[in-house]
């Protein structure tokens, strides 16, 4: 066999020992025929690097060494697209602590006495930063795996590695095997499990593809739905129209036909006035004294006749369509509406510290006009951010201290403070409109189709816009809770399936029944703020893991779409119709991402 250049494969992808927080993988370094076979065991548990470093040995192996940059790279790619690891800084086996000099160019060495290279390629830009007391050494995730110092006290994740034997040959290899039999099993095990869950997403692909139909059918409802009620309303709207011409015509007719009954009247009486002078007109004198008798009646039957010439009740009737109607009926409308496929994943440029304040951000919302309000974390004010100046131009003092906050309309905002929501109207100076009391103290606060969803501790609750308690969701069926700390709460536009951030369960999602659909708790580590967008797409921050996960309307994990760059993210909110999403960290941070690209 020819000799090949120093290369690190994995021959089994993830091992996982049942209960424990310890992820196993296996590879190999190849020199020639000769191969080096080690079990590097990443544990997620964290420890100091003292402590760290006699576990390992207590294992027969050592803190990781990582002297190849082939090395760095792949254990930097093992540890951030491998779904069982979720940190972002890992201790290795590099330390200066036996030097002499700890500035010297040789003081830091690997467990087997190797030097460490101390070129950029390896370490953290101006790393190591402090070596006279920081002697450890640890991967740092979120600068692309680099070396950066820490102190041995600081408890973190580690790496351990343990060189299980060579081989040399075929032989080589069977004798290895034969001294270590569970390699075999477990590589089997390894492949077994990866078939498995590949079946596994062969059956949920057959489900989301009847999922899919199922959408299609509900898409298509909805249209017809939409067309029903709108040729319901024209119906309606026709009848009513119909029935004031009725009316409109019933009216005019009956003064028409008063008019004639009025006229006829006085036809009756003139022609009898013609027949008498017709009969005594031989005679004048006796027409002169019938013409005086009757000059008042042929008075009266010219005014009337002259009125009768200024009465036009035919064709009085007209429709005049309403504004909306003409509109409709003069534009050129080609489509009734948009069919759109949503995002499924969103790709965001990196921040910028738009605002800062005294207050750490506890929950954010946006208005229609692009407005940011936020309330702070141990505050009682309201804040009002204009996105085109990218800074605080008004505040207002309230009740109590405030949690959270969320949109009403495109006028109104609720606020969370202590018992009660307050209705802040925001179309100018900010100002108290109303204040609905309620029998809890709250934190998280949201508003959907004209219900109040709030939470406080253990229990989400329901109200009216009037106060009124319309249900509680806080146990299991079996009588066990749900939630123990909650903070913020959303209802998906989609499925109006409720989402809530459990400091201590995770990311809850339930019906509204209060069935407990899926529960979200190894990618967000104390998650806090969530919201989500007009596609049903829900977004959470983690406070401690300092990123910000995408979950599907189901509540489902999809991906982690913001990991560099935050810390301690709390309150968040994202206006899709400017691409924004801005996240309130700790000391009153906001700092805002830009979506540069969507995948559908």
Not at 65 to 81: D, P, R
Not at 311 to 317: A, Q, S, T
Request: with cysteine.
């Amino acid at each position: 066999m020819a000799r090949m250049s120093l290369e690190e494969r994995a021959i089994a992808v993830e091992m996982i020992e049942a209960g424990t927080s310890v992820r196993q993988v296996w590879y190999n370094i190849r020199f020639g025929n000769e191969i080096t076979i080690f079990k590097t065991t990443v544990v997620e548990s964290i420890s100091t690097g003292i402590l760290a470093k006699s576990n390992c040995e207590n294992e027969g192996g050592f803190l990781a060494k990582v002297s190849t940059i082939a090395k760095l790279q792949y254990l930097k790619k093992l540890l951030t697209e491998c779904s069982a690891f979720g940190g972002l800084v890992y201790l290795i086996g590099g330390s200066n602590a036996d030097a002499s000099n700890y500035l010297a160019p040789d003081a830091w060495k690997w467990p087997d006495g190797e030097v460490v290279n101390m070129t950029s390629s390896f370490w953290v830009p101006g790393g190591p930063n402090v070596p006279m007391t920081e002697h450890c050494m640890f991967m740092s995730l979120d600068v692309d795996g680099l070396f950066d110092d820490i102190s041995c006290a600081w408890v973190e994740k580690y790496i351990c590695e343990i060189q299980v034997g060579k081989c040399n040959g075929v032989h080589g290899i069977l004798r290895f095997v034969h001294r270590e039999p569970n390699i075999v099993p477990e590589f089997i095990q390894t492949v077994e499990n990866i078939a498995k869950e590949l079946k596994e997403h062969q059956k949920r692909f057959h489900q989301e593809h009847e999922q899919l139909q199922q959408n299609k059918k509900d898409v298509i409802s909805n249209i017809e739905t939409t067309r029903d009620k709108i040729i319901n309303i024209i119906r309606q709207q026709t009848e009513d129209a119909v029935q004031k011409v009725e009316e409109q015509y019933d009216e005019l007719n009956n003064k028409l036909k008063n008019k004639v009954t009025y006229l006829n009247n006085e036809i009756d009486k003139i022609v009898k006035l013609l027949e008498h002078i017709n009969l005594v007109s031989h005679d004048v004198p006796q027409v002169f004294v019938l013409a005086k008798k009757s000059k008042d009646f042929v008075s009266k039957a010219a005014q009337v006749n002259n009125d009768m010439k200024h009465v036009n009740l035919g064709k009085r009737l007209a429709f005049c369509l309403d504004n909306l109607y003409e509109n409709i009926l003069t534009c050129d409308i080609s489509d009734l509406g948009n069919v759109i496929m949503t995002p499924w994943l969103y790709h965001f440029s990196k921040a910028d510290d738009k605002f800062a304040g005294s207050d750490t951000v506890y929950d954010l919302c946006y208005t229609a006009d692009g407005s940011v309000f936020f309330t702070g974390e141990d505050s009682k004010m309201l804040h009002r951010i204009c996105h085109k100046k990218s800074k605080i131009v008004e505040k207002l003092e309230l009740s109590s201290f405030s949690r959270g906050v969320c949109c009403v309309s495109n006028t109104t905002v609720a606020v969370n403070c202590g018992k009660t929501i307050q209705l802040i109207d925001i179309t100018g100076k900010l100002k108290l409109t109303d204040c609905i009391a309620v029998g809890q103290n709250t934190h998280g606060l949201y508003y959907y189709d004209d219900i109040f969803y709030v939470t406080s501790f253990g229990s989400v609750y329901k109200y009216d816009k009037n106060g009124k308690l319309v249900k509680t969701y806080c146990k299991y069926p079996d009588g066990n809770n749900i939630f123990f700390n909650i903070y913020n709460i959303v209802v998906n536009p989609v499925n109006k399936h409720i989402h809530v951030t459990d400091h201590i369960s995770g990311v809850i999602t339930m019906n509204q029944e209060g069935h407990v659909l899926n529960v979200v708790k190894d990618k967000s580590s104390v998650p806090h703020g969530i919201c989500v967008d007009q596609f049903g797409q829900v977004f959470v921050s983690g406070y401690f893991t300092n990123n910000i996960i995408q979950l599907n309307c189901d509540g489902r994990y999809i991906t982690t779409v913001i990991r560099d760059g935050l810390k301690r993210p709390q309150g968040i909110c994202f206006d899709t119709s400017r691409g924004r999403f801005y996240i309130g960290c700790n000391r009153g941070r906001c700092k805002v991402y830009k979506v540069e690209k969507y995948e559908k």
